[in-house]
């Protein structure tokens, strides 16, 4: 079976009214998008431990009836038909609730989906116990989306728009007791959508800060700045690395984010500097580039750093660091204009063309 958004939100609800029936017996989430996945498992996992189904916490804990096995757990026991999971899958819960199984199959290991799952599956229709497992970005027609279709539900996790976070922003908003118009409920889902799980979390700080009966207002975006920054990054590294489509999403996302055009020139520029001085003081050698980088402040994130070495590489050859150099030049030539036009609007546009230039310059080579 595969299942739609709309019908996984419908099996969710219908648990907390109906019973655990309701839900498939095994279901996998997979697809690119991590957020999205990892959000759905805790609602999964919740309702079936007695949450409400629309992410509130089961009152009292889980942990005792949850079961989490990593996916090299079990391709060790591939060879004997997947044991291990078969007997986990069969054997009752300590506490004699219901035993909930999830694996993680993230990674590039290669395994027999059903000589692993197979016989788990089967189990499942002689016990209490659910399966729930994530894999990351494979194929639709995999094997083991074909397994799970026949023996269980599938659901796919790819890149979301504003639109599908909007019932979630409102859900959130309305436990806390707190109101948002349609217009201001849009605009965070356009600037939430890459992360479901960080969307979530932030909204968990925005019902705290209005408290009930709160309204939110043009405040909200002061309010996420941790995101705002991390959303500029994401702009940066996608403009020096000419992934044109990439930097205009996230573009969209800090314009209806309504960041600064000026914080996002400063940031361009900074990051220019970064660039110009890591290979300044690496010399061309690979060893001392990435300790530089190790030891670089502000604090480069580990996931960005193999990123930013490439980058540093790709832009030190001579021309690249003149083209730099011009690129700088530009950006304050850019702040001065910005600072003689009125009005956020004109500002942003400036702004915008200034990051696609970059973007347009990395992508011509160099």
């Known amino acids: 079976m595969i299942l739609k958004r709309a019908a996984l939100e419908s099996c969710l609800s219908k648990c907390v009214s109906s019973g655990r029936s309701s839900l498939p017996r095994a279901l996998l989430l997979y697809g690119p998008n991590e957020g999205c996945s990892r959000y759905y498992e805790q609602r999964v996992v919740r309702a079936l431990a007695g949450g409400d189904g629309k992410g509130e916490r089961a009152r009292g804990g889980y942990s005792e009836d949850v079961v989490r096995l990593p996916l090299e757990a079990l391709t060790k026991e591939s060879k004997r038909g997947g044991k291990k999971l078969r007997d986990v899958l069969g054997s009752s819960s300590l506490f004699g609730g219901v035993r909930i199984v999830v694996v993680e199959a993230h990674g590039s290991e290669r395994f027999d989906a059903r000589a692993v799952f197979g016989d788990g599956l089967e189990a499942l229709s002689k016990g209490e116990s659910f399966l729930v497992v994530r894999a990351g970005a494979i194929r639709k027609d995999s094997a083991l989306c074909k397994l799970f279709e026949a023996g269980g539900a599938t659901f796919a996790c790819y890149e979301e728009r504003g639109s599908d976070l909007v019932p979630m922003l409102r859900g959130l908003l309305d436990e806390g007791g707190v109101s948002a118009d349609a217009t201001m409920l849009d605009a965070l889902g356009e600037a939430l959508c890459r992360d479901r799980m960080a969307a979530e979390r932030e909204m968990e700080k ?116 003149r083209r730099l150099l011009r690129l700088l030049g530009e950006g304050l030539d850019c702040e001065l204009r910005m600072k003689g036009v009125s009005g956020g609007g004109l500002q942003w546009v400036l702004a915008e063309r200034y990051v696609l230039s970059v973007s347009w310059a990395s992508r011509r080579g160099l």
């Open 206 to 321: 925005v019902v705290l800060y209005y408290g009930e009966g709160g309204r939110v207002d043009s405040a909200v975006w002061d309010l996420l700045g941790d995101w705002r920054e991390a959303r500029i990054g994401e702009v940066l590294y996608a403009a020096f690395d000419a992934r044109s489509s990439e930097c205009l999403r996230g573009l969209e996302g800090l314009r209806v984010a309504q960041v600064a055009g000026i914080a996002l020139v400063r940031s361009v520029m900074r990051h220019i500097e970064c660039l110009l001085r890591l290979d300044e003081r690496s010399g061309g050698d690979g060893a001392r580039l990435r300790g530089e980088i190790a030891r670089w402040r502000p604090f480069v994130m580990f996931a960005y750093r193999d990123r930013l070495s490439a980058q540093v590489v790709r832009w030190g050859r001579d021309r690249g660091r």
